[in-house]
């Protein structure tokens, strides 16, 4: 079973379209949603919660169509939103009990484990709580119920680079288990990139591609070589170019360079801005 | 929906701290000048302002983008809003238990008459659920941002009510008069169903809200 299967998905908002999404996370992986501010990567987790309704096409979150009755899909869910969106009067510990009542399944030593480890203040609100810690006490919320799907907007954001990459550790370690997986937008593509199996672009509302982390870097690959030499390349063989006074970067795909040419590894990262760019020209 | 009871409680201490002693105090003003115009501004504000405390929680609900986590929880769209109906049925409720109690404490120190405790009994759940169910219903429909006005106009209204009360003449005898008339026990029958009307709408109108 997909954890996640979303059919020609559009949202029309003014004058921003989120345009014919078609994503499948399979179940027991991680998939992350790369794009860059306004490219709709919010707007596409709020459709497949049910906090929107689509203009078009369908979803399926954990086999169950998403629609405003999610009652029994959403007891599997963990949940970590942009701005997380708890009560801004509510102390952690207060939060806890309030998630309690909330989840059957709901671990209240775990989360206390969880709130230790990432040094939460547990009673102080909300409101005067460090956007770091809020992150951390939302992330907290969303791994105590032992969800099998979390859908995490941007989590990694306002963390600093040593709790960064304990979260990321910890949503590693969540999808240890097979039936567990992870839908994750975060603009830190270098925590993506560590910790994802499926990597999807966005940008201006349509889906750039969504594949395999491991095929995408097998598949593509940075040349560096002159103008004449990157004009003397197979159409189709260029995805995106940078140039520098001196040579010209340029992404290719691996198979549609001659043999012999000097290919260098391609970041996810790198990998997204080359393509956004040349998207742009 | 006990998530949202429970958030609700412990969000709205503060405000707990402050509706509650200002209701209780003008439910006794209203209780101690039982059945005259000062009587009614008393028992309005009481009313009134105790009926504000579940739409106060909606609108820190909206702000601190509680409303659209509380979504992703367990339970329909429509939980955020029974709960809310239902904190205003129980506000009602308690200021209905006390003010009978102040009535029974008056009782045993004599002075007072079934009229007008029939009236203030009436009275009270009344407004109570008229002002709750009218600002909750606009907050529904709305969102806080553009149905608070709804608020701010309810708690004008009351002020006003008073002054314009003692304008049109409402003189001690007739408002006697109506607080002995049966006609008074209609008046929380027809809060009742406006009240419930209300909520069902609320309900519809929050389900097609995007939040």
């Known amino acids: ?269 790198e990998l997204f801005v080359l393509l956004v760019k040349e998207d742009m020209r | 929906m006990k998530a949202i009871l429970l958030a609700d409680l412990y969000g709205s201490r503060k405000n707990l701290y402050i509706y509650i002693p200002l209701a209780m105090a003008f439910m006794a003003l209203a209780i101690s000048t039982a059945a005259t115009v000062t009587s009614l501004t008393f028992a309005l504000c009481a009313s009134a302002g105790a009926g504000m405390l579940p739409v106060v929680s909606m609108g820190s609900a909206e702000a601190s983008h509680w409303d659209r986590y509380a979504q992703t929880l367990p339970g329909g769209k429509a939980q955020a809003v029974n709960a809310r109906f239902l904190e205003a049925l129980a506000v009602a409720g308690a200021l209905w238990v006390y003010g009978t109690a102040l009535f029974c404490a008056k009782a045993a120190l004599g002075g007072w008459t079934w009229a007008e405790a029939r009236f203030l009994a009436a009275f009270v759940p009344a407004i109570c659920l008229l002002s709750s169910s009218l600002c909750l219903g606009a907050v529904c429909r709305l969102g806080w941002a553009r149905g608070n006005i709804f608020f701010c106009v309810t708690i004008c209204l009351v002020g006003a009510s008073g002054a314009v009360s003692s304008l049109l003449g409402v003189s001690d005898a007739g408002l006697g008069n109506f607080a002995g008339s049966a006609a008074v026990l209609a008046l929380p029958v027809a809060a009742g169903a406006f009240f419930g009307a209300v909520w069902l709408l609320s309900a519809r109108w929050y389900e097609k809200r995007e939040l």
């Not at chain 1, 179940?27 to 497949?48: D, H, P, W, Y």
């Not at chain 1, 919660?49 to 869910?77: N, Q, Y």
């Not at chain 1, 909300?126 to 951390?136: D, P």
């Not at chain 1, 603009?187 to 509302?205: M, N």
Request: charged share 25%; aromatic share 6%.
């Open chain 1, 1 to 269: 079973m997909n954890a996640i299967e979303t059919r020609g998905l559009t949202k029309h908002y003014g004058d921003f379209t989120l345009d014919n999404l078609n994503l499948t996370l399979p179940s027991g992986c991680i998939m992350g949603l790369v794009g860059e501010n306004g490219a709709g990567k919010t707007t596409a987790i709020r459709l497949l919660l049910g906090l929107t309704r689509p203009d078009g096409g369908s979803a399926t979150v954990l086999g169950a169509p998403v629609g405003p009755d999610m009652r029994a899909v959403k007891e599997d869910l963990g949940v970590v939103l942009d701005d997380v969106g708890y009560p801004a009067g509510l102390t952690a510990r207060q939060m806890g009990k309030v998630l309690a009542a909330a989840y059957e399944n709901w671990d209240t030593g775990l989360y206390e484990s969880y709130l230790r480890d990432m040094n939460v203040p547990t009673d102080k609100k909300f409101s005067e709580l460090s956007r770091g810690n809020k992150m951390k006490l939302g992330i907290a919320g969303a791994l105590s119920h032992r969800a099998k799907l979390l859908i995490l907007d941007e989590p990694t954001g306002g963390l600093d680079p040593v709790v960064r990459d304990e979260v990321v550790d910890i949503f590693g370690q969540f999808t240890r288990d097979p039936a567990c997986s992870i839908l994750i937008s975060s603009h830190i593509v270098s925590d993506l990139e560590r910790l994802c199996d499926y990597i999807a672009f966005l940008h201006k509302g349509k889906l750039l591609l969504c594949e395999e982390k491991d095929r995408l870097l097998e598949e593509y690959g940075v040349l560096q070589c002159d103008r004449a030499a990157l004009e003397a390349l197979a159409p189709g063989a260029v995805l995106g170019k940078r140039l520098t006074p001196y040579s010209v970067e340029a992404l290719v795909r691996r198979d549609a360079v001659p043999a012999g040419a000097e290919l260098r590894p391609v970041t996810i990262e």
